[in-house]
Structure formats: C-alpha cells, structure tokens
C-alpha cells in the first residue's frame, strides 16, 4: 500500500495514526477565535488544522424558500436557507493566511477543503499542501479533476458514494494527475451515530481502491474513531472547538480540547497494539513466564515413595516440570528424599520407573 507524504508527515499504517482537526464555521465569523482554536489543537496533539474554502455565492443561490430552505426540523441548521447558513459558516478568505502561518508556527499542517475551482486557484495561490474533498462534492468530478491537476495529495470523504461512484472519483483524481489519494470513509449525518457508521467498510474500500483509507467522523466522543485505527484506518478527522456552549452551525457535534487531547492518545495506543502476528512469550512476557503451574513436591518425601496427588501437586511457580506430565508421574517412585518445595524434574523419578 503507498504510503502518502503530506508536508513530511508520512501516513501509513506503519505510522502513527494522523490526526486532523476541522475548524469549519467554529471561527464564529473571528479570526482570533479562529487562531485561538489552531493553538488548540496544536496543544492536544493534532498533526493538521483544516478550513473551508467558499462564499456563500459559490455554494449556492441567494434564495429563501423551496429547494433552497432547509425545512427538515432534524437539521441543525433548520429555518434557514442554504445561503444564510454558508453566510454564517464560511471562513473569510483573507483569514487562510494568517491561519496557516499560525499553523507553520505551531509546527502543524494548514490545508482546505475547496469547494469550487476558483477556491483551488485561492488555495494554490497560498501553496497548501493538499486538499480535502467534502462528502457533498465526491461525484463533482470536474472539481475532482482541478485538484487532481494540481499534482499535490488529495484526501476524499465518501459520504453518500455508491461503490460505482468512488470508482468514477478515483479513476478521475489518477487520471487527472493525483498520485497520493486517501479516502476517508464518513457518514454524513450531523451528528452521526456509532451505528449506522459501518467501520467494515473500511478494509474493503483500501482493497477496492488500493488506497490509504480513514475516518472522517460525525459521531460524539472518541470510541469510533478508535475502533477505525484496529481496522487500518491512518487519517482521522474531527470537527473541533472550543467549547460548544460557545455555539457555532457546526459546535454540536465538533470535539473540545481535551477530548482532541484523549483522541490523539487513544488512536496511538490503539495503533501500538495492533503489532504484529505474534505467538509466544514476547520479551515482556518472558518474567512472567515463572509464575505459570508446573510440578512442585508438596510434602517431605523419602526414597522409594510412591507420587501420590497429595505429595505432588501443580502450583506456581514455574520451575518444575509442566502440570502436562502429571498423570504419567503419579504412581511412581522417587530415587532420593525429597524436600517439600522442591521443583519436580525426571531425574527426581527411580531409573527403573523412569
């Protein structure tokens, strides 16, 4: 499986699972927010802050009624339209600067989700490492075909996507020129449940595409995007931050500080255990080797006197020999006196009974 370099951070499964925070429209329309949440994450151990590229003209249509108002009283963001919503959520351009620098500073990577080719442009302009593909523009293949010109790593969530439809993004992106490509499997739904997540997915689809896959994850709390790492995932993206009773269109379901913090400790510990196929005493378990049953004499003893399961018995430590040789011993006489505690071994056994 290639391994993808992104701004010298290798993403892997043969390296440390990597962490992206996505700041969205947490900013609360403040670049000081906005720059306070970078430092954040950097603080809780992410390897990468991500923005948004567009203007509510480029997502849609300045209308207020029909297909253009959000009527779905499950929606987050019911009771506004489409245009209102990306009014408030967007991230002013002028900010990705300061933003990314900020993200230089701290020794972490700033990139964007574009979300139109004008955006690609803006983001080349400010030399971005890579970029990210939001669920909702997966099967935008013309969008799909300016990054992938761009020559650079592209990480793509599938929400939504049919099988037939990620094979027509990814035959795009390699057709179009882009060589490091990362799925990221998502459910987008806000918030997501741990149920209709569907973590399988995520071996079949590096198999599928032959690609790094992770987790771009709606749900609350850490525990599935845990689970994604012992399934190989090696990109876990969250929404963050810093403090959802501070609100936001996206606080509801985004993580705080410390959770950020616990998902980066959690992912690596689950990436560590995974290991390799391993049988056998590992060189930690090698002490604890002694303290398994074997045979220990359990009474004093004379020679000539015949093991009983009184006199013999399989207790820990393990010095003598295994309990899987106690049936064949009972019975037999002993060559010698014997102390009580004294690790059983054949030569302990009469030559003749041996």
């Given at each position: 499986?290639?391994?993808?370099?992104?701004?010298?951070?290798?993403?892997?499964?043969?390296?440390?699972?990597?962490?992206?925070?996505?700041?969205s429209?947490?900013?609360?329309?403040?670049?000081?927010?906005a720059l306070?949440?970078?430092?954040?994450?950097?603080?809780?151990?992410?390897?990468?802050?991500?923005?948004?590229?567009?203007?509510?003209?480029?997502?849609?249509?300045?209308?207020?009624?029909?297909?253009?108002?959000?009527?779905?009283?499950?929606?987050?963001?019911?009771?506004?339209?489409?245009?209102?919503?990306?009014?408030?959520?967007?991230?002013?351009?002028?900010?990705?600067?300061?933003?990314?620098?900020?993200?230089?500073?701290?020794?972490?990577?700033?990139f964007?989700?574009?979300?139109?080719?004008?955006?690609?442009?803006?983001?080349?302009?400010?030399?971005?490492?890579?970029?990210?593909?939001?669920?909702?523009?997966?099967?935008?293949?013309?969008?799909?075909?300016?990054?992938?010109?761009?020559?650079?790593p592209?990480?793509?969530?599938?929400?939504?996507?049919?099988?037939?439809?990620l094979?027509?993004t990814?035959?795009?992106?390699?057709?179009?020129?882009?060589?490091?490509?990362?799925?990221?499997?998502?459910?987008?739904s806000?918030?997501?449940?741990?149920?209709?997540?569907?973590?399988?997915?995520i071996?079949?689809?590096r198999?599928?595409?032959?690609?790094?896959?992770?987790?771009?994850d709606?749900?609350?709390?850490?525990?599935?995007?845990?689970?994604?790492?012992?399934?190989?995932?090696?990109l876990?993206e969250?929404?963050?931050?810093?403090?959802?009773?501070?609100g936001?269109?996206?606080?509801?379901?985004?993580?705080?500080?410390?959770?950020?913090?616990?998902?980066?400790?959690?992912?690596?510990?689950?990436?560590?255990?995974?290991?390799?196929?391993?049988?056998?005493?590992?060189?930690?378990?090698?002490?604890s080797?002694?303290?398994?049953?074997?045979?220990?004499?359990?009474?004093?003893?004379?020679?000539?006197?015949?093991?009983?399961?009184?006199?013999?018995?399989?207790?820990?430590?393990?010095?003598g020999?295994?309990p899987?040789?106690?049936?064949?011993?009972?019975?037999?006489?002993?060559?010698?006196?014997?102390?009580?505690?004294?690790?059983?071994?054949?030569?302990?056994?009469?030559?003749?009974?041996?």
């Amino acid at each position: 499986m290639r391994e993808i370099n992104i701004a010298d951070r290798i993403i892997g499964t043969s390296h440390l699972p990597f962490v992206v925070a996505e700041i969205s429209g947490n900013h609360n329309q403040s670049l000081e927010r906005a720059l306070d949440i970078v430092e954040a994450a950097a603080k809780a151990g992410v390897h990468a802050v991500k923005v948004q590229t567009y203007t509510a003209d480029t997502m849609t249509l300045d209308i207020n009624e029909g297909d253009f108002y959000i009527d779905s009283p499950n929606s987050l963001w019911y009771g506004k339209s489409l245009y209102q919503l990306y009014q408030q959520a967007y991230t002013p351009w002028e900010w990705h600067k300061p933003i990314f620098e900020r993200c230089d500073e701290l020794g972490i990577i700033g990139f964007s989700t574009p979300f139109d080719a004008t955006s690609v442009d803006f983001l080349e302009s400010l030399n971005v490492s890579c970029y990210k593909i939001a669920s909702f523009e997966n099967t935008d293949l013309p969008l799909i075909r300016k990054v992938a010109n761009t020559g650079k790593p592209m990480i793509i969530s599938t929400g939504m996507a049919t099988i037939s439809e990620l094979d027509e993004t990814v035959r795009t992106a390699r057709e179009g020129g882009c060589q490091d490509l990362i799925l990221l499997k998502c459910t987008s739904s806000y918030p997501a449940t741990p149920k209709n997540t569907n973590l399988l997915t995520i071996p079949q689809m590096r198999e599928l595409f032959n690609v790094q896959v992770g987790l771009s994850d709606h749900t609350m709390g850490i525990g599935v995007a845990v689970a994604s790492v012992a399934l190989g995932a090696t990109l876990i993206e969250k929404h963050f931050t810093l403090c959802r009773a501070d609100g936001g269109v996206d606080s509801a379901f985004s993580m705080e500080p410390a959770e950020m913090q616990q998902l980066v400790i959690e992912s690596q510990r689950a990436w560590q255990a995974l290991g390799s196929i391993k049988y056998g005493a590992t060189e930690a378990e090698k002490e604890s080797l002694l303290y398994r049953r074997s045979l220990y004499v359990a009474k004093d003893m004379k020679a000539g006197e015949i093991l009983t399961p009184e006199n013999l018995r399989a207790v820990r430590p393990g010095l003598g020999l295994p309990p899987k040789f106690f049936d064949i011993i009972i019975g037999k006489a002993v060559n010698q006196n014997i102390k009580k505690g004294t690790p059983f071994a054949w030569k302990l056994v009469l030559a003749s009974e041996e």
